[in-house]
């Protein structure tokens, strides 16, 4: 506005006293470019180091180090932070990524086709008699009946393989990546949070042995976790039982028998490692 004021009359003329307006609007569109190409920049190397992250370290890896990374409002900030900006980057990359998978599978499926194509017009067999050219199809031939199969095969619903492909590798990885790094959103990073993610990867584990180690891993080295953690997970017993009535048929509920399983372990756990620190605090 004061731009436009400064030009008056004179508008662009710069040799008239003008062109201030224009100036200041491509300052403006170089200051936002620099501040998105600086955002994708940062979002990219977060990205990076995530993925990188996965290749050395597997699952867990990735799963401490979303534990450490900090949230972070500002998108300008520094890489290694979860920030809005690095769920749409990585948006933008799988609708990239899709792009090119879809191209690739376009390109496989004309040749396949064209190969199915030779394959069935090699099981007609033609005669010619007076002059009338004739086609047939032998259903007995075993050739022929193997082909047929596997186009039969093709038609039934399957479920979606694995993917094969390295474009369909990556773009899998990267919607990975990204419901993951929605998942960490939900957790807080404090203590809370910590023992709330321990809560959920104990319930996806498959045996009680898994889940002791577990807890054992995370939380021996603090008696005061230790109790924070049961008390979380008794909090869950106590708010599931006293909901359940409430829940309807097809809704989904917390398993209470596991969440005791789990319990006992923790609190298992917890005697073992006050009955350490106490035997160590009595050895001469």
């Excluded at 900006?85 to 040749?111: C, F, G, P, W």
Aim: net charge neutral; aromatic share 4%.
């Amino acid at each position: 506005i004061r731009g436009i004021g400064l030009d008056g009359m004179a508008a662009d003329d710069v040799e008239n006293g003008g062109g201030h307006y224009r100036e200041v609007s491509k300052v403006r569109a170089f200051l936002e470019g620099f501040r998105k190409a600086e955002v994708r920049r940062i979002c990219r190397e977060t990205a990076t180091m995530l993925l990188d992250k996965v290749a050395s370290e597997g699952v867990q890896g990735l799963d401490s180090m979303l534990g450490t990374m900090p949230r972070s409002s500002d998108d300008t900030g520094e890489a290694g932070e979860l920030t809005d900006s690095l769920l749409e980057y990585l948006n933008d990359a799988i609708r990239q990524q899709e792009k090119k998978v879809k191209k690739t599978k376009r390109e496989v499926k004309v040749e396949m086709d064209k190969t199915q194509d030779e394959k069935i017009d090699a099981l007609w067999k033609s005669s010619e008699k007076d002059g009338t050219r004739t086609e047939t199809l032998d259903p007995n031939d075993p050739h022929v009946q193997k082909v047929l199969r596997e186009e039969i095969e093709k038609t039934e619903i399957k479920e979606e393989p694995i993917p094969e492909s390295a474009t369909e590798k990556i773009l899998l990885l990267l919607k990975m990546l990204r419901d993951r790094v929605k998942a960490e959103a939900v957790f807080v990073n404090n203590e809370k949070g910590r023992n709330l993610r321990i809560l959920s990867y104990c319930m996806k584990l498959e045996t009680d042995e898994q889940r002791k180690k577990l807890i054992r891993k995370e939380l021996r080295s603090s008696l005061d976790r230790l109790d924070t953690f049961c008390e979380l997970v008794a909090s869950a017993i106590e708010y599931t039982e006293s909901t359940s009535y409430q829940l309807q048929p097809s809704s989904s509920s917390l398993n209470v028998s596991l969440l005791k399983r789990i319990y006992a372990l923790a609190v298992d756990v917890r005697a073992s490692e006050k009955f350490k620190a106490t035997s160590s605090g009595l050895r001469p």
